[in-house]
């Protein structure tokens, strides 16, 4: 995928001059650093990017002309990246789960910042990366509701081995910090609240004071046509619950956000294929491309369709079955997707919201897959 070097106005204007016959993703730089910057003046303390979410360059060097000066890496390509475009920014290696090498790696990246939610991980750390001025943060988890995914499937140690962890953290010389995820498309305040709560009692029972508190990811990005996101009341309830929590000896706070970053920057552009028989629509796009999460956490509902001209198709909505292009029936969109009664091939679904993770899970099966990036102005249609 490689971003154009023309500058659309929209959408719009390229669909109607192009004609592309593969999948389009429209990526426009201002919302990124109005994003941004709307982070960085509401969230109370430091503001990261998770890399995963979104590594295009693009991305990258757009969130840093906007002020964020750290990034959240699950990887050895992804602090590469981030070593050549921003060569001084501060790197957290936050994925607890890492080989030797990568370890070895990240240390002679000069990475400063740790997590780790096991003692055999603890073990590599401390044998391998320099105590001195290196910050090691144990993630726990807790059974908390109202997320899309559920992280702690995966990561985070109960709240009873994270109190030993810190504490080993600690009497290795490693400035100790605590950290936790409370899960994607976390539209909950109160989920960062408990997280916050419980932090207090581990590094309690553990006798040591955190340096920081990272509050992870989880916040949302605008996935429903109807749905406003509330981050500043996500941030006010962070900020308050911290320092009732904690009193004198609040942490500097520290959040990782990837999706609610990256995702209303992006639209995808799928063009249909055919309408079989007037009912199943097929797109050159689909779960093994730009749409994979659809797949896990439903589908975006912020859609449009625009005939070949450019011109909104007007119909009543109707419920239609979405298939992609590969030979392979997984590749169908959940449910029924409501698209107006008069789309016909050639037509173009536009699907707002799709900076996260369309990028990076999009394969080429079936040699389908190729993903042209477009800058507009505005992704207004």
């Known amino acids: 995928m490689g971003l154009s070097k023309t500058i ?4 719009t204007e390229f669909l109607r001059k192009a004609q592309p016959e593969n999948p389009v993703l429209f990526f426009a730089p201002q919302i990124v650093q109005a994003t941004a910057r709307r982070f960085l003046d509401g969230f109370p303390g430091l503001v990261t990017y998770a890399v995963k979410s979104n590594p295009s360059e693009e991305m990258i060097e757009n969130l840093i002309a906007a002020g ?7 990887s050895p390509f992804e602090i590469d990246l981030i070593r050549r475009l921003d060569p001084d920014a501060a790197i957290h290696y936050h994925n607890p789960v890492r080989s030797r090498a990568d370890i070895a790696h990240a240390v002679a990246s000069r990475v400063m910042a740790w997590s780790v939610d096991s003692v055999s991980e603890l073990a590599k750390l401390v044998e391998m990366v320099p105590a001195a001025g290196c910050e090691i943060s144990v993630r726990f988890k807790l059974p908390v509701a109202g997320a899309a995914y559920n992280f702690g499937a995966k990561f985070g140690a109960t709240s009873d081995v994270a109190v030993q962890l810190l504490q080993t953290v600690a009497e ?8 936790f995820h409370p899960g994607t498309q976390c539209t909950d305040p109160e989920a960062w609240a408990t997280y916050i709560r419980e932090a207090v009692v581990i590094a309690r029972r553990a006798g040591v004071r955190i340096a920081r508190l990272n509050v992870g990811g989880g916040f949302p990005s605008n996935r429903g046509a109807a749905v406003a996101i509330d981050l500043e009341t996500i941030f006010a309830t962070i900020g308050r619950v911290a320092t009732e929590a904690f009193g004198a000896e609040r942490p500097v ?3 990782e956000p990837g999706r609610a970053l990256c995702g209303d920057a992006f639209a995808v552009a799928a063009r249909i294929k055919a309408v079989r028989d007037g009912s199943h ?59 107006p009664t008069d789309v016909a091939e050639g037509d173009f679904v536009v699907i707002h919201g799709m900076g996260a993770y369309s990028t990076v899970t999009n394969s080429r ?10 800058t507009v102005l505005s992704l207004r249609l």
């Open 8 to 11: 659309w106005t929209n959408p």
């Open 68 to 74: 964020i000066e750290g990034f959240d890496c699950a």
């Open 172 to 179: 290795a010389g490693f400035t100790p910090s605590l950290t």
């Open 253 to 255: 706070l520290v959040c």
């Open 281 to 339: 629509v097929f797109l050159n796009d689909g779960i093994y491309g730009s749409m994979f999460e659809f797949s896990q956490i439903g589908i975006v509902d912020r859609i449009s369709v625009l005939d070949a001209e450019g011109y909104r198709r007007t119909g009543a909505p109707e419920g239609r079955v979405i298939f992609g292009p590969t030979c392979d029936s997984v590749d169908r969109l959940p449910g029924e997707v409501m698209l």
């Open 365 to 374: 099966f079936n040699g389908f897959g190729d993903l042209a990036c477009v």
